[in-house]
């Protein structure tokens, strides 16, 4: 029989005890019982089975019923546990390694007594249930979003989308780790040369595990290398996700993670929000163009700001308050560097700090450590404004690591411009544009559509138009079928 992968109970014991530890391991449960007359071998991870359901469908099986004249027939051992057990979520592995890796992920194990072996599917992953990604909140909108269990974010998903063309193509990629990562895609929709890029990008990971889940596959999946900007967009939003699915992108669910990854992406995805899609297509233009604003102001403000407080003659009239008023033994650079330093720390401890103490933290750093820096004449006020609002800048992207990386160029312009003045500004700026235009993830021009310019696409991406306007799928991501309507 196909399914016959032990010429024993005793074998299957045996290969059981030497890769799982004979009363080494807690949660590894190996138990010998019956079902009626048949002895069996039963196997399962008490940590991922659901303990209720397991008992309500494997009890009955234990106790023999007089009504049965179904005897057992040795060389049919298989018959005679169909007929007793039948189960829907049964499933018959085909060797040893794919009976242990079921093993491992969750189902319970059973090895006949000539050695037929059987998954059953009661596992129960633990995990939180379905919340709102505080990253990504709305004033209007659902409130569910994804969590660590790859069967629950399925779920979210199927149920935004119910089309019998949405795929969910499972791997199991690494040696040790055996992650479970899903390929979403519509099938009808879906560019067939980026479908056969992921899967094949997939397949040439050979690494023990992916601890860091999808951050660790985005380095594999693009071998990212030293590049700082996200070659992926991450949500937790399963609307999000389901309308990206809906253009023709991919996603990826890797489990234990609540973040889906979207490919391909442009950097304007990155800038996107779905509160921009809860407001009257004006409103949400507004914010969008606001949101624009705040991310090109992150970067060059300061760099500005100390342009005009350090060369007189490209200060206009109009603007001459800009400028450190009070004399300080400590130059302007130096008064930057130390603010922003200062701002990275503080963001590097809101994350190490405990929700409850983190408001405590923020009053004593932002108010009493600025306020005494100014009185005791280590910061100008301007440095603690415009660091300030900066920051604010920052926080008003909507992709954190994006905004990470913003931060970092910021700082790559600051110092053109203190070693070159205006030219070190414009050429800082210049640089960082013709690196962003120069990336190519996927073969796909990262700051489309604006290099390559698409003036129509460049109008949709700037503006929030209304959704029963007639829209195109993005370009980029070639989908089979452009209309949406």
Not at 5 to 20: G, P, R, T, V
Not at 126 to 144: H, L, T
Request: proline content about 6%; charged content about 20%; hydrophobic content about 45%.
């Amino acid at each position: 029989m196909s399914n016959k992968i032990f010429a024993s109970i005793d074998e299957a014991k045996d290969f059981l005890y030497s890769k799982l530890g004979k009363d080494e391991s807690f949660d590894v449960c190996i138990k010998e019982l019956h079902v009626k007359s048949l002895p069996i071998l039963l196997v399962y991870m008490s940590g991922l089975v659901d303990g209720n359901t397991a008992t309500i469908q494997l009890t009955p099986l234990f106790f023999e019923d007089e009504d049965d004249e179904f005897e057992i027939d040795i060389e049919h051992e298989d018959e005679y546990f169909n007929h007793r057990f039948n189960f829907y979520g049964k499933s018959e592995p085909k060797d040893r390694d794919e009976f242990l890796l079921g093993v491992l992920s969750g189902p319970v194990g059973v090895i006949t007594l000539h050695g037929h072996g059987y998954l059953l599917e009661l596992r129960n992953y633990p995990g939180r249930q379905p919340d709102e990604p505080d990253n990504e909140k709305v004033i209007r909108g659902s409130r569910d979003g994804f969590a660590e269990n790859i069967l629950i974010n399925a779920g979210l998903i199927r149920r935004r989308i119910r089309d019998p063309q949405l795929r969910f193509e499972l791997h199991k990629i690494t040696s040790l780790g055996k992650t479970d990562v899903a390929i979403v895609y519509m099938k009808e929709l879906v560019n067939k040369k980026h479908l056969k890029w992921v899967k094949k990008r997939l397949d040439e990971i050979k690494h023990d595990g992916l601890t860091m889940a999808d951050k660790s596959l985005e380095e594999w999946l693009f071998k990212q290398r030293y590049h700082p900007l996200p070659f992926v967009r991450y949500s937790e939003r399963p609307d999000i996700i389901a309308a990206h699915l809906l253009e023709g992108h991919i996603a990826i669910v890797v489990d234990t993670s609540p973040s889906v990854i979207v490919l391909p992406i442009s950097f304007f995805h990155l800038l996107q929000h779905a509160e921009e899609y809860r407001q009257a297509p004006l409103i949400g233009s507004t914010v969008r163009l606001l949101r624009y604003l705040a991310a090109f102001f992150a970067m060059t403000l300061l760099p500005i700001w100390y342009l005009l407080a350090t060369h007189d003659e490209y200060l206009p009239e109009a603007l001459s308050f800009i400028g450190a008023k009070e004399e300080s033994t400590i130059p302007l650079i130096l008064q930057i560097i130390i603010a922003q330093l200062g701002l990275e720390y503080l963001r590097i401890a809101a994350i190490h700090t405990p929700t409850p103490l983190s408001t405590a933290m923020g009053l004593v750093a932002g108010i009493i450590i600025g306020q005494i820096a100014i009185d005791v004449g280590l910061f100008s006020a301007e440095i603690v404004l415009y660091s300030a609002v900066t920051a604010i800048f920052t926080f008003a992207i909507p992709t954190y690591e994006l905004g990470v990386v913003v931060k970092y160029f910021q700082i790559i312009v600051l110092l053109s411009t203190v070693i070159a003045g205006v030219s070190g500004f414009f050429i800082a700026v210049f640089i960082i544009f013709s690196y962003l235009c120069a990336l190519r993830p996927m073969q796909v021009p990262y700051m489309w559509p604006l290099v390559p310019f698409f003036p129509k696409a460049f109008l949709r991406v700037m503006i929030r138009f209304p959704m029963a306007d007639d829209a195109l799928r993005p370009y980029i991501v070639g989908a089979r079928d452009r209309k949406r309507s």
